[in-house]
Every structure is written in structure tokens, then in C-alpha cells.
């Protein structure tokens, strides 16, 4: 996959024309290695009214025949979950390397068939967790692992929105493996791994099932052996900070936008204090700082990192470094893999929760 040089450029195909593919559509023009050279559709007046939007190139009525566009090196699967592995074996199978939407399908059973056939193909495929690829994470992460806050004992973060689009909408649609672990939940779940380091331990969900089936509000943890313990919330009927924060005994990290940072994105380190029934004292007894802040530093340090690029640009130029230079991928497929199957066991567990009467607003 290397040999190409450093500024040679990555041409795509985009299968499918929904939001998320005109998000990435828009995100490319900020790249400096990536061209859209066709857009695969069901319809043809489809693609070519997108092709026309994002100066697409060749507007193709079928997936197969954006897949046979000669000019194609890569293919951006941004297609409904339940059609991720059939397309993407068919991509790979047609000699493209793939980007593939998350989660990268709808169990693991499929994401090891998929990584199975990338490696008889001889290309690279790689799940399209934009916001790994932005500096800002690998930053936040870094200072996280320094021991700047300590010993990392906590992770919280929540995902939510409150959609009024249900009857069309393809993550209220079980047949196509929506629902709000799959949709949201999966980016807790794998940034939750990134910070520990490793796949968890133990993992345990409760929810709300909404009454077209699928999971509308879940709650999850996540225990690692090496201690970590990890929370979140996601949900799309509900409201909240969506946010991301790295607990240590020390101080914390706080992500105000980590799952779709802009441009110039920002996190907080925080040094802790100790709760005032720990810090009595006998009189002219010197206050003890374990636990707290350093004199002289601040009590909240705000980071900016720059990305340089909007973050689907990012995006794609991380995936053309690794297919054309051999860099590493943002996302491993062993993380791939080990966030497939929390989403398996995660997923089985709702099942068993007893569907809630939905109320009236």
C-alpha cells in the first residue's frame, strides 16, 4: 500500500447519498489527498443531482457501477448498518480499499468476515470514526496517560439527541440494525477503550425500547482489568452535554465537543481539590496537597489544537496516509473488532428489558 508518495492522491467513490455522505462530500473539499470521482445511488437522478452539489464526478443509478468507475481507488460505505458488510466485501472484492461507516457492521460475526476478505483482497479497510483522526483526541489522550490528573480511575461521556423523524428514519428501523447503541452509543464505547487501553472486562447495559423495536435511551458501563471504570448515557429521544471526560485521582479531562470537533477544538485539564470534610486540619498543621493542585498552577487549563482542515477532510487524508504511505490507521482492527463485540453483548442484554408505554408530549 505504500510507494505512492507522500502528496499523491486518494480518488473515491461514495455509496450512498444520505446525510452523512453529503457531510463527508463537503468535509473532502478541505483535503489535500482526496478527490470524489463518482457517487453510487439507487437512483440516478439521485446521484447525479449530488455529483452536481459536491462536483462529484461520474453520477452512477447502481452501487455496482460506482464500483466499477476505473478511477476508483477507495469507497466510502456511508449506507444503512445492515448493508455495511455486504457492500463493503463487494468493494473489496472489486479491488477498492474501504472507509466504512460505524459501526463497522451489525455484529462481529460480519466485521471478522469483512477484515478477512481485506486481507485476501490486499487492501485496506478501516471504520470511519471520524473524530479519531482529529489531533485534538490524541492530545487529550496523551496528557491523559502523562499522569498529569493522576491515575485514571473514571471515564463519563454521553451521546444524545432528540429526533421527531421516526417513521422514515433508519435508526428507528430494527431491520436495518438502528437503534441508539448502534447509532451513538458505539462512540462512548470505543473512545471508553481508547483511554483504558484495552477491551473491557465486564460490560452492562439497561435502556428504554421504543416501540418500533429498537433501543431509543441506554445507559452502559464498562469495566477493564487494569481498574478503569467507564459510563455513558446515549440516546435519540433525549437531551444532554453530550461530552467526554477522563477521571483521575488528581484531576480530571474534559471534552466539551469530542465526538464532532471543529477546526480548532479544545480540552480542559482540571486539577482537583479535596472535598472540605478531608481537608480539617490541627491548627498550624501545613495543608497536605496530596490529591490537589500544585501551588501556583491553575485551577483549569483550557488546550486549543488546530486541525487545519474540517474533520471529514481529516478523515479522509488519515485513511490516504495509511493506503498510500503505510501509516497506521486512526482505528485498529482489533478496536474495531473488540467495539463489535461490547455492541453484541450490549445489544443481547436489551433485549430483555420490558418495553416502557410511550408518553404523549
Given amino acids: 500500500m505504500g510507494g505512492q508518495g507522500r502528496m499523491s492522491q486518494l480518488t473515491w467513490a461514495i455509496l450512498g447519498t444520505g446525510n452523512i455522505a453529503r457531510?463527508?462530500?463537503?468535509?473532502?473539499?478541505?483535503?489535500?489527498?482526496?478527490?470524489?470521482?463518482?457517487?453510487?445511488?439507487?437512483?440516478?437522478?439521485?446521484?447525479?443531482?449530488?455529483?452536481a452539489e459536491h462536483a462529484a464526478g461520474a453520477a452512477c443509478g447502481t452501487y455496482e457501477d460506482a464500483l466499477k468507475e476505473p478511477a476508483v481507488r477507495a469507497v466510502y460505505v456511508s449506507l444503512p448498518n445492515s448493508m455495511h458488510h455486504q457492500w463493503t466485501i463487494k468493494a473489496l472484492r472489486a479491488g477498492k480499499h474501504v472507509l466504512c461507516e460505524k459501526p463497522l457492521a451489525a455484529s462481529a460475526a460480519e466485521a471478522h468476515e469483512m477484515f478477512a476478505e481485506a486481507r485476501?483482497?490486499?487492501?485496506?479497510?478501516?471504520?470511519?470514526?471520524?473524530?479519531?483522526?482529529?489531533?485534538?483526541l490524541a492530545a487529550a489522550v496523551e496528557v491523559a496517560r502523562s499522569g498529569r490528573i493522576g491515575p485514571i480511575r473514571l471515564i463519563r461521556t454521553s451521546f444524545c439527541y432528540r429526533t421527531t423523524?421516526?417513521?422514515?428514519n433508519i435508526r428507528f428501523d430494527a431491520a436495518l440494525a438502528?437503534?441508539?447503541?448502534?447509532?451513538?452509543?458505539c462512540y462512548c464505547i470505543d473512545f471508553s477503550c481508547l483511554v483504558a487501553g484495552q477491551p473491557p472486562?465486564?460490560?452492562?447495559?439497561?435502556?428504554?425500547?421504543?416501540?418500533?423495536?429498537?433501543?431509543?435511551?441506554v445507559a452502559g458501563t464498562l469495566t477493564f482489568a487494569n481498574g478503569i471504570v467507564a459510563g455513558f448515557t446515549c440516546g435519540m429521544s433525549v437531551q444532554a452535554d453530550n461530552s467526554a471526560c477522563i477521571c483521575g485521582e488528581d484531576g480530571y479531562i474534559e471534552?466539551?465537543?469530542?465526538?464532532k470537533p471543529p477546526r480548532q477544538a479544545t480540552f480542559i485539564i482540571a486539577r482537583g481539590t479535596p472535598p472540605k470534610m478531608d481537608g480539617a486540619r490541627p491548627a498550624g498543621t501545613p495543608p497536605k496537597l496530596d490529591g490537589a493542585r500544585p501551588p501556583g498552577t491553575p485551577p483549569r487549563e483550557l488546550r486549543t489544537v488546530d486541525a487545519g482542515a474540517d474533520l471529514y477532510g481529516i478523515e479522509a487524508d488519515a485513511f490516504a496516509a495509511a493506503v498510500l504511505d503505510g501509516a497506521a490507521p486512526f482505528i485498529s482492527q482489533r478496536e474495531s473488532l473488540a467495539n463489535m463485540q461490547v455492541l453484541d453483548k450490549m445489544r443481547a442484554q436489551l433485549t430483555t428489558v420490558h418495553r416502557q408505554p410511550t408518553t404523549s408530549p
Fill in 120 to 136: 485476501r483482497a490486499g487492501r485496506l479497510l478501516v471504520e470511519a470514526f471520524m473524530y479519531r483522526a482529529h489531533p485534538m
Fill in 23 to 51: 457531510q463527508f462530500a463537503a468535509g473532502v473539499r478541505s483535503a489535500r489527498r482526496a478527490s470524489i470521482v463518482a457517487i453510487g445511488s439507487r437512483s440516478a437522478d439521485t446521484a447525479r443531482a449530488f455529483a
Fill in 178 to 185: 438502528g437503534g441508539a447503541l448502534m447509532d451513538i452509543g
Fill in 201 to 217: 472486562a465486564q460490560v452492562h447495559a439497561a435502556g428504554h425500547i421504543h416501540e418500533r423495536g429498537v433501543d431509543d435511551v
Fill in 255 to 259: 471534552i466539551p465537543v469530542p465526538w
Fill in 165 to 168: 423523524r421516526i417513521a422514515d
